[in-house]
Every structure is written in structure tokens, then in C-alpha cells.
């Protein structure tokens, strides 16, 4: 029995994405007014036989089939810090929010996901959120809701945004948003032995791995672990599946030494031999572990906003030539084989105030939709309509993180079968 769910202002379908790679969910059909992001949307899902409606606010809920769930990213622009936080006092886009509201009055659903910026908690020194909860709470929802980091979630883009689960009262509450622990969960052995031999739930604190300790606290044992199995390398994120053969001690690209999925960001991975960092796009430039966050503006260039958003640095040891002027100088090293995107020189300190030398580049579309959890084969789908690098850009910076969705959608797709069906 699947999760039969709506998607409005659907966008390039994080939400639908997030929700498939879960399983056990159908979209029924999803609301878009852009007419080229619904355009890639219809390229990677294929939708047949779902309803379409372009004007959220043109939507009959008597033209919707029985829902379990409206999942929605509503427009944020008039609660974000780079708008101009209009609110509800937005006529176009900051009173969507109760289009949402009115077709959750008349179809019920069991469960509402919603996403929007952090910034949607103090808007109008909270009133606006105020609201949010009060309209919820009249429908007979019960209300959850925290701030994500989608860096927390297997994809090196630090991108905060608050996720809002409602419930039909009198269900599952404080259950879903339970993302954060005080305290670890102690280390549980499932099958005793010697080293090697023992096993571990993958539920517990792993063992610390200490040169030359003795003992239970310095050896490890295997762990039972669920596939797909997903693990950061030099190259990016290697992701075995059943079947597959696994050699983390030499990850690599080739199939034969464990698959490596292609759907996470592996030419961005940040602090590998490859040569890849982040660096901020602005003249403030700093290196960073994650690229910033995603926006609809990240085709923009150099930036005047510190720390607004990311681009490629690629590090080269720099070496002394001999100048026709019979002078040493410094130079960049080895060449780097790269996507024909413009480049300039730079030296930088990191945060441990090591320098580095290397050039940088902006972050190419499709690298884009990594960092937000899409696979190169949904952005080769959308990009084949001819849309323009332009228009990729900032779907990428509008869209909701994928992995992000799937941890909630598993969260609500155990509550649902316990409440609906256990």
C-alpha cells in the first residue's frame, strides 16, 4: 500500500526524488507555474496519468483523488534574507502558504511535509510563523518542525532550511523531526569472538581503532550494516549494493574495485588528493569542507556577499622556473584537466592557516544538481530539452536536497504503516 502524496510547487522534483529513492510512495500529481523547471520535471519523471495544475491557487481539491500526504517547498523568496521579506504582505508568493492550507482542509491528509528558509522562524519577529502554526493548528494538525543542514546528509553543501511536518492530531507527535541525540548509543555486539570475527550493531558507537591498543576498547570487529552501503573516498562517495564487491582500502571510479554510484557530487568532494576544495566566490575568498549553499544565483560570478556561494578550487604545488630574464618565480605546477569553464590563479590560507596555490572555476550546472542529491542521469534528461545553463543553475539553487527528503519520507513511511495499517 503505497503513500499516494501531491507535490506542489514542485519545482525539479527533490521532493518526488527523495520519496522514490525511499520506495514505497506514489505521486498522484504536482503543481509547477514555472514553465521550465516543470519542463525538466516532465523529462526525468515521465508523469503519465497524474494531474498537472500550473496556478496553485487555481486548484480544485474536488479535482484531487484521496491523499495521504502534500509535501511542498513553498516559494521562500519573501521570508529569505536575500528577498526583501515582504511576507505575507506578498501578494504572489508570500500568501501561498494558504493554498497549501486550503486544499489540506477539504482532502485531510495524513501528513504535511513542508521546507522554507530558516529565516521563515523570525520573520516579522515570528508572527509569521505564528500564523503558519495557529492556521495548521485550526485544520487539526499537529505541528513538528527543525532546522537541516543537507551537509548532515551525504552531500557536501552546508544548506540550512526548516522542515515543518504536520499530523492529523493524535499521531506519531515528536516522532519524525528526532534527527539529533544528546547522548550516543552504546556499543552492541551482536555475535561475540575474536577480532574479526565479533560482530557489531551498526546502531552503536563504533570502536575507537588505537595503534598497538589491547583489549575490547582498542580492536574493531565487523559491523552489521544495511546496503546500500555509501562511504566518502578520495574520489567522492563510493556506493555498494547488493551483489557488489567491496575494497574500500583502494576506492576508485572502476566498477571492479566496488561500484561507485554517480549520483553523488564525486569531482567536488572537498580535502582529497585530487586537489578539490571549496572556496567562497567573493573577494573575502575562503576554503571551505562544504560548498556553500546552492542558490538561484549561483550563475552570478564573483560575488559582493561574503560567503555566498562556492566555487571549484583546484590546488597545484607550485614549483620555480627560469624566466627568459634569468630570474626564479613562482609558478603553478602540474596541469589539471577541467571543464571548459574560465579559471584564475590564487593563493589562499585555509583555516589552519596553511597556504595553497591553484586556480578556481565556478561549480558547472550538473555539479550543482549533485550537491543537491540529483543523479548526472535526471540532469542529462533536463538538460537534453535544451534548457539553458542559465535556467539549470538556479534550479538546482530552488530545489529542496534529495537526501534531505529521503530521510524524512523513511521517518514518515514508518509512522504511516504503523498508524494506518499496524
Not at 547522548?183 to 565479533?198: A, D, K, S
Not at 573577494?283 to 562544504?290: G, M, S, V
Not at 607550485?318 to 609558478?331: H, I, N, S
Amino acid at each position: 500500500m503505497a503513500i499516494r502524496f501531491f507535490d506542489m510547487f514542485a519545482g525539479i522534483g527533490g521532493f518526488r526524488s527523495g520519496f522514490e529513492a525511499v520506495g514505497g510512495f506514489e505521486c498522484i500529481g504536482h503543481c509547477e507555474i514555472d514553465k521550465y523547471a516543470n519542463q525538466a520535471y516532465n523529462a526525468i519523471y515521465q508523469p503519465k496519468g497524474e494531474i498537472f495544475f500550473e496556478d496553485a491557487r487555481k486548484i480544485d481539491p474536488k479535482d484531487l483523488p484521496d491523499i495521504d500526504l502534500i509535501c511542498a517547498g513553498f516559494p521562500c523568496q519573501s521570508f529569505s534574507i536575500a528577498g526583501l521579506r515582504k511576507g505575507f504582505k506578498d501578494d504572489a508568493r508570500g500568501t501561498l502558504f494558504f493554498e497549501i492550507a486550503r486544499i489540506a482542509a477539504i482532502k485531510r491528509p495524513s501528513f504535511l511535509l513542508l521546507e522554507n528558509v530558516p529565516g521563515l522562524l523570525s520573520h516579522d519577529k515570528g508572527r509569521t510563523f505564528a500564523t503558519i502554526l495557529n492556521t495548521l493548528d485550526e485544520l487539526g494538525y499537529d505541528v513538528a518542525w527543525q532546522v537541516l543542514n543537507s551537509k548532515n546528509f551525504g552531500v557536501p553543501q552546508s544548506r540550512k532550511r526548516v522542515y515543518i511536518i504536520g499530523y492529523l492530531r493524535n499521531r506519531c507527535a515528536g516522532e519524525i523531526l528526532s534527527f539529533t541525540e544528546a547522548n550516543g548509543t552504546p556499543v552492541i555486539q551482536i555475535i561475540p569472538g575474536t577480532q574479526g570475527e565479533r560482530v557489531y550493531s551498526d546502531s552503536g558507537v563504533g570502536i575507537t581503532l588505537t595503534s598497538g591498543a589491547g583489549g575490547f576498547g582498542g580492536k574493531c570487529g565487523l559491523y552489521k550494516v544495511e546496503l546500500p552501503v555509501k562511504v566518502k573516498t578520495k574520489t567522492g562517495y563510493q556506493m555498494a549494493h547488493p551483489g557488489d564487491s567491496i575494497d574500500l582500502a583502494y576506492p576508485s571510479l572502476d566498477s571492479r574495485r566496488g561500484r561507485v554510484g554517480d549520483n553523488i557530487a564525486h569531482t567536488v568532494t572537498p580535502g582529497n588528493t585530487q586537489g578539490y576544495f571549496f572556496i567562497d566566490m567573493n573577494e573575502d575568498a575562503k576554503l571551505t569542507d562544504t560548498a556553500r549553499c546552492i542558490t538561484a544565483r549561483q550563475d552570478s560570478g564573483i560575488s559582493k556577499h561574503k560567503g555566498e556561494h562556492s566555487g571549484v578550487f583546484i590546488e597545484s604545488e607550485p614549483r620555480a622556473v627560469l624566466t627568459p630574464e634569468k630570474e626564479f618565480v613562482r609558478q603553478q605546477g602540474r596541469r589539471i584537466k577541467e571543464p571548459n569553464e574560465p579559471m584564475f590563479t590564487l593563493t589562499v590560507q585555509d583555516r589552519h592557516g596553511v597556504v595553497h596555490y591553484g586556480r578556481v572555476r565556478k561549480l558547472t550546472p550538473k555539479e550543482c544538481w549533485r550537491l543537491q542529491g540529483f543523479t548526472d542521469e535526471q540532469f542529462n534528461k533536463a538538460q537534453a530539452t535544451g534548457l539553458k545553463d542559465g535556467r539549470l543553475y538556479k534550479m538546482a539553487g530552488n530545489a529542496v536536497s534529495v537526501p534531505v527528503i529521503s530521510a524524512l519520507g523513511q521517518k514518515i513511511k514508518e509512522i504511516y504503516y504503523e498508524q494506518e495499517i499496524g
